[in-house]
Each structure stands twice: as C-alpha cells, then as structure tokens.
C-alpha cells in the first residue's frame, strides 16, 4: 500500500497538553509528522490519515517523537487559540477605556 508523510509547524501561545499525556508542554513552535494512506479509488487520490506525530525538542539536542490523534492535536490548538482571544479582550486599551458618557 501507499503511503505519504507531510510536515507542517504549529504554534502554540500558551502552555499545553495534548490527551494522552499528563505533561504540560512550553508554549512555542511544534513540528507535527502526518502518516496518510493512499485509498484505491478509481477516479481520484485519497488519503486516510493514519498516525499523527508531535515532535518534541527536550534538552541538549534531544528530541522525542509523540503520537497523538490529530483531533486531540486540534483541540488543544483551538483551546490555544480561544485562550489567546479570551487574553486580548481582556488586555484591550478599548475594553478598559471609559466611554465618552461618563467623562
């Protein structure tokens, strides 16, 4: 069967876990290694994600190769995400500003 593996980079903003692991990740870039499987179709390419990867950089030099599922992966980017919104509403010069009412 064949198969393919794609790269991309995902930022985080803020400390993380992602399910399957009790360790809390640092915020930063994180390179994730996707496994798909080309399906037999007649008339078209398709894939059918198989293994998701979280490359994790350790200390000196060292790395480790999580697997993780790819909705967990999304999950927690979304609550990464939702986390930094919730940060800016609250940060706002506008939000913390007095209206021009109660000058």
């Given amino acids: 069967m064949l198969s393919r593996t794609t790269t991309s980079v995902v930022t985080f903003l803020h400390p993380f876990v992602v399910a399957g692991y009790t360790n809390e990740l640092p915020a930063g870039e994180y390179e994730v290694l996707a496994d ?17 990867f979280l490359l994790i950089n350790l200390h000196a030099g060292k790395s480790e190769l999580r697997a993780v599922d790819h909705r967990d992966l999304e ?3 979304a609550q990464d ?14 939000a913390l500003s007095p209206s021009e009412d109660q000058k």
């Fill in 36 to 52: 798909d499987e080309v399906m037999q179709c007649h008339s078209f390419a398709a894939y059918r994600r198989t293994a998701t």
């Fill in 75 to 77: 999950l927690a980017l």
């Fill in 81 to 94: 995400q939702a986390n930094a919104n919730t940060n800016v509403i609250k940060n706002s010069a506008a």
